[in-house]
């Protein structure tokens, strides 16, 4: 019954948002054909993962093969080193990178003076403005063994013998990558705790205060519960993120040494297709991480929610 | 309103009282030295660097160069200014982050403001279009080929037009024009005759100065950081950014760094030297302009966090 009434208002409404709206709506084409043309456009050539995809045959010349593109990744070396390092990296990560900020955060919020503070601040922000070559360039130029300057202080110092291979002995090299992460972001990473911290009652830390309780006592029983919202909702979210690789980041600090470690899986998508031909094999182990990435970042989103938090969708 | 200003009076109570009652102790010196420890680590490599660019070579290879430059020349610069692809990459990487910042404004606007009305019909449907990319990309080889049929690859609109349009900007935006722009102030305008379009331009963007300041520095700064499309789609040196010149030219991680200038730049420094130079050449313009930028920065992780 009510069907009817509603299809009925529906051409009437449509006929009002066109005349009202059509202005809004002749803006929405830009993007509309930008998203068709640079990303639905490209949709129906993952159907190459259910083929053998020559380049020289096309879409059209190419064999269809079913499953065995996805048969042979899962049975491939290559893929199954590149996939554990990325997602033992990226726990790595996680692990390091994500407790820092919050304590940074703590950290500043302690510092009572302005200056100091958004000079601090300031600086700390200095390395998310900077690329990831620029990183990497630095980082190699500082950090090489004969000739970088962290081994010829600490050789000046008597501290080693002989220049330590910071980017190009596989253990040494995880550490760096993993410890220039926490530095590319420490700073950055304050400021969403920041901005919770200042939305804690300041009446809170007046109570404390009267009934004795401590600086320490203050951040870890009124300061950290008042963000712990914030914090879950972040770790969430980042959790949602294990299956993603960084290409620019990988690729600057790749060198024959450390393949071992390197070898994650933007490098394996790119080295494999635009490098090694294989464009199947390439776009199936693309398809498959973002698909698990997708339902990472869904999980995330439902479990964010379920707790009461604001979720990411 | 009321109640927010009473808050901030309360946490300014609650300051006043903690500088009266707690002195300066051996804990504030332990977290301003950590601190001081962590912005050293940003900044020191820099000094580093540009203090051996500017150095004599003997004093380089002497491993003599810790902070302060000895035996002060600039003839590593000058080598990189009479080579002059660096500079060209400078000039050129300019023009196309400018184009693609004005051309992401465009295409950012007309997606985030009619979204950004509750009104309009059909709104959660385009709303799921232009978001859904964001979440699952179709790869980096569907792409490759659809680029090749477009014959997009090895110009400069590979490195402008795919990217111009970004879900993730468009939400920022869309959120903040939901929550700035007061909807009574629309409907009287309407009320007055005034056109989606005078209203857009008389009300809604000079209302939002803050979120378009914002939005092109991510813009900005997102295309003058990266390189990896330049590695994927472009084979022509002068076609190539200036990021991914000097991942050409630098990252490496051999002793021996050959840097590729031509014969008449008349080099005379050490590739480290040179090196160290090009290093700074690239990064002087950021370190210069990210102090004034970062409290836009600031202000759209803000928005980007809250969301709507």
Redesign the interface.
């Known amino acids: 019954m009510e069907n009817k009434g509603t299809k009925y208002k529906f051409k009437d409404?449509?006929k009002i948002?066109v005349k009202r709206?059509w202005?809004?709506?002749i803006?929405?084409?830009?993007?509309?054909l930008?998203?068709f043309?640079?990303?639905?456009?490209?949709?129906?050539?993952?159907r190459?993962v259910f083929m053998d995809y020559k380049p020289a045959k096309g879409y059209d010349g190419s064999e269809w093969v079913g499953f065995e593109t996805f048969q042979k990744i899962f049975k491939d070396v290559d893929f199954r080193r590149s996939l554990r390092n990325s997602i033992v990296f990226n726990l790595l990560d996680l692990l390091v990178s994500f407790p820092v900020p919050i304590v940074?955060a703590l950290?500043?919020n302690?510092?009572?003076f302005p200056r100091?503070k958004k000079v601090?601040q300031?600086?700390?922000?200095?390395?998310?403005?900077?690329?990831?070559?620029?990183i990497?360039?630095?980082a190699?130029?500082?950090f090489?063994?004969?000739?970088g300057?962290v081994n010829?202080?600490l050789q000046n110092m008597g501290l080693i013998d002989q220049g330590i291979p910071f980017?190009?002995e596989k253990w040494h090299w995880a550490v760096s990558y993993l410890l220039i992460n926490v530095?590319q972001g420490?700073?950055?990473g304050t400021?969403?705790y920041l901005?919770a911290i200042?939305s804690v009652?300041?009446?809170l830390?007046?109570a404390a205060?009267i009934d004795g309780a401590g600086?320490?006592k203050r951040m870890w029983h009124i300061t950290l519960p008042g963000i712990k919202g914030t914090i879950v909702t972040l770790l969430i979210m980042n959790l949602g993120r294990v299956m993603g690789s960084n290409?620019?980041r990988l690729?600057?600090f790749g060198?024959t040494?450390v393949r071992e470690f390197q070898y994650q899986l933007a490098i394996y998508?790119?080295e494999k297709?635009?490098g090694g031909g294989r464009?199947s094999m390439?776009?199936a182990v693309?398809?498959f991480q973002?698909?698990v990435g997708?339902m990472l970042?869904l999980l995330a989103d439902k479990t964010a929610k379920k707790l009461g938090e604001?979720g990411?969708? | 309103m009321e109640k927010q200003t009473r808050k901030t009076k309360k946490i300014d109570a609650a300051s006043d009282v903690s500088r009266a009652i707690v002195k300066f102790r051996i804990s504030d010196a332990v977290m301003m030295f950590i601190l001081v420890i962590l912005c050293a680590t940003c900044i020191l490599p820099f000094i580093h660097l540009a203090a051996k660019s500017i150095s004599n070579n003997n004093y380089v290879l002497a491993k003599q160069i810790f902070l302060l430059p000895k035996g002060i020349t600039f003839d590593a610069y000058s080598s990189i200014f009479k080579d002059g692809s660096l500079v060209y990459s400078m000039g050129y990487s300019v023009v196309i982050t400018l184009v693609f910042t004005a051309l992401g404004m465009l295409s950012c606007v007309c997606a985030a403001y009619p979204l950004s009305k509750k009104r309009l019909e059909g709104r959660n449907i385009f709303t799921f279009l232009l978001m859904f990319p964001m979440y699952f990309g179709a790869g980096l080889i569907p792409s490759y080929l659809l680029y090749y049929r477009l014959n997009l690859l090895d110009t400069p609109w590979v490195l402008i037009l795919p990217l111009i349009y970004s879900p993730y900007n468009m939400l920022i935006m869309k959120t903040y024009f939901q929550s700035n722009i007061p909807i009574s102030l629309e409907e009287s305008a309407f009320l007055d005759g005034a056109t989606n379009f005078q209203i857009l331009f008389k009300i809604a963007l000079p209302l939002s100065k803050p979120i378009l300041a914002t939005i092109s520095l991510f813009y900005a700064v997102g295309r003058w950081n990266s390189y990896a499309d330049n590695k994927y789609f472009i084979r022509t040196d002068q076609l190539k950014l200036i990021q991914y010149k000097l991942y050409q030219m630098v990252s490496s991680a051999t002793e021996a760094q050959t840097i590729s200038l031509s014969e008449a730049a008349n080099v005379t420094s050490t590739p480290e030297v040179l090196q160290a130079a090009a290093i700074m050449f690239v990064t002087i313009p950021i370190i210069c302009v990210y102090p004034f930028l970062q409290k836009y920065f600031v202000k759209g992780v803000m928005i980007g966090a809250i969301k709507g």
Do not use: C, K
């Open positions: 409404r449509m948002a709206d202005q809004l709506y803006m929405l084409l830009l993007p509309l930008l998203v043309i640079f990303n639905y456009a490209a949709y129906p050539g993952l190459m940074l950290i500043l302690e510092i009572r100091f601090t300031t600086i700390l922000y200095l390395p998310h403005f900077l690329s990831w070559v620029i990497g360039s630095v190699y130029a500082i090489r063994p004969n000739s300057v010829i202080v980017l190009t530095w420490m700073g950055w400021i969403i901005a200042t009652d300041g009446e830390y007046e205060m600086r320490w290409f620019e690729d600057v060198n040494q998508i790119y297709g635009l464009f390439s776009t693309g398809l973002s698909l997708l970042v604001d990411l969708i």
